[in-house]
């Protein structure tokens, strides 16, 4: 990603953005609360300021005098959504601007996300100016830079080559107010132990990638909190692991870029064809006993990490809010990925898919807790729309529909130690919500049929959001 755009530093001005919110109800609509439970029709919702006052019976709550009365007949109200690995700020993202992502994320019922990867001032203010109200936006909780080795993946990272160096920078961190603590690919044993020792004794959480030197196990029983990408998943359930990892991990001197591929495409077939039940099984339960939460990030995995002829994107209509700076860069990257391979590549790619498909429903049905996410502002990955999309590719995995709503809503919430606040609708939870024209435990495509966004209380209408969209569809079309 050391191509992207950097951080853009604009300004996102809503109407209305600085008023305090007054009462709102929401009156005879069917209410998905998060729960688990049926649907329930015909309730009013009672907003007061930033928080659910009451829900029950249409029939039983009084309207307060003065509240703006939103008509929900025929409309499905659930709480506000979750993504779970975005990247706001930083050095190597194409994102963090005020005029295209985050209004993307509001205008597509995304209240609050998790950044794995960016600036802690830059973070520190936005979270800010959303939590102040003096600007509408999600909740932000964040890792600050990436420990990594050296030379490190992606920037901004920490480079931490031993155990003194990672504690310096866990301590460092922590003193700066992160959430978590993010740990990347390129991290060797003894720096990435180091990390979880320090991280356990501050009570500060690791997060982030299997680092390709250690198994997906190890890192689970070493407390990684979240596995993102499921990086070191299809890795572990191999049989031949420790062969297949001595082989990726091998660096050859003068080697040209088609034997690199060649090489990696034997990688990929030895990979698939050493995939073992029981060890699948095995690694599954140790992910559900220690509670080691996944985060597979299906859009940026299917439009990046392993992209065919058939991933063109071309003429989708989610363009028109992407910039032109960096849809050229998206372009550039695609025909890079797709140069110099052959058909026998991209069956093995659509295959790696599948199979990440086939782990996480596994996973889900074994008690494994997962988690939306989508990795904006990575290439291909749409700021906001992409999360939809995660959620049909987690029914496809075999979730119910509710399961996969609750991966952007009530597991977000557990994970973040935030049930009590927010992920399901219920008086004195935050007044985080959508509402939708159709239901999405019919059809989880229908989240994306948004009429209104409350954000912390702020109501904005299809009219409200239709203007942010249109707002983003301008600054995309000039730069």
């Not at 390709?212 to 596995?227: H, N, P, V, Y």
């Not at 002829?309 to 700076?325: C, E, F, H, I, N």
Request: charged share 25%; with cysteine.
């Amino acid at each position: 990603m050391s191509g992207f755009l950097g951080f853009l530093g604009l300004t996102l001005t809503l109407g209305g953005c600085s008023k305090r919110p007054g009462d709102i109800a929401i009156t005879h609509v069917t209410v998905i609360d998060g729960n688990g439970g049926p649907a329930l029709a015909d309730r009013t919702v009672l907003i007061s300021g930033a928080r659910i006052s009451a829900v029950g019976a249409a029939s039983s709550l009084a309207l307060p005098a003065g509240a703006k009365i939103v008509d929900g007949r025929g409309k499905f109200l659930i709480p506000g959504l979750a993504d779970m690995h975005v990247h706001l700020t930083g050095a190597g993202e194409p994102g963090g601007s005020r005029e295209f992502i985050l209004p993307l994320l509001v205008a597509n019922g995304i209240t609050t996300v998790r950044d794995m990867g960016g600036k802690v001032e830059l973070l520190k203010g936005l979270r800010e100016e959303f939590a102040s109200g003096k600007r509408i936006g999600p909740q932000i909780f964040f890792t600050g830079p990436y420990l990594d080795g050296n030379p490190p993946s992606f920037q901004p990272s920490i480079v931490v080559q031993n155990a003194a160096e990672a504690t310096t920078a866990v301590d460092q961190l922590q003193s700066q107010g992160v959430d978590f603590i993010k740990v990347q690919s390129r991290l060797q044993p003894e720096a990435y132990f180091a990390i979880a020792s320090e991280a356990k004794k501050l009570g500060i959480r690791f997060v982030g990638h299997v680092p390709d030197s250690i198994t997906a196990a190890q890192a689970s029983d070493a407390g990684q909190t979240s596995i993102e990408h499921l990086t070191g998943v299809l890795l572990g359930i191999s049989d031949k692991e420790a062969e297949l990892r001595e082989e990726k991990l091998k660096k050859i001197e003068g080697e040209s870029a088609e034997d690199a591929r060649k090489r990696n495409r034997l990688w990929l077939q030895k990979l698939l064809g050493s995939i073992s039940p029981s060890r699948t099984d095995n690694l599954i339960a140790k992910f559900a006993q220690n509670r080691t939460w996944q985060v597979p990030t299906f859009p940026m995995l299917v439009h990046l990490g392993y992209v065919t002829p058939k991933t063109d994107l071309g003429a989708d209509w989610r363009l028109r809010y992407v910039p032109q700076s960096v849809q050229a860069i998206w372009r550039q990257g695609r025909r890079e990925q797709l140069e110099g391979y052959e058909s026998e590549d991209f069956t093995e790619r659509e295959e790696i898919v599948r199979q990440s498909i086939a782990v996480a429903g596994k996973m889900s049905a074994a008690g494994v807790p997962i988690m939306a996410g989508t990795d904006i502002a990575a290439p291909n990955v749409f700021p906001g729309f992409s999360l939809h999309e995660d959620l049909e590719y987690m029914v496809k995995a075999g979730l119910t529909s509710m399961q996969a709503l609750q991966a952007a809503t009530t597991k977000p919430a557990e994970f973040l130690g935030l049930s009590t606040e927010q992920g399901t609708i219920e008086a004195g939870k935050r007044a985080d919500l959508v509402l939708l024209d159709a239901d999405p435990l019919a059809d989880i495509r229908n989240t994306e049929k948004i009429r209104a966004v409350i954000v912390n209380g702020r109501l904005l209408d299809r009219r409200e959001l239709d203007r942010m969209l249109a707002g983003v569809e301008g600054y995309a079309a000039k730069h």
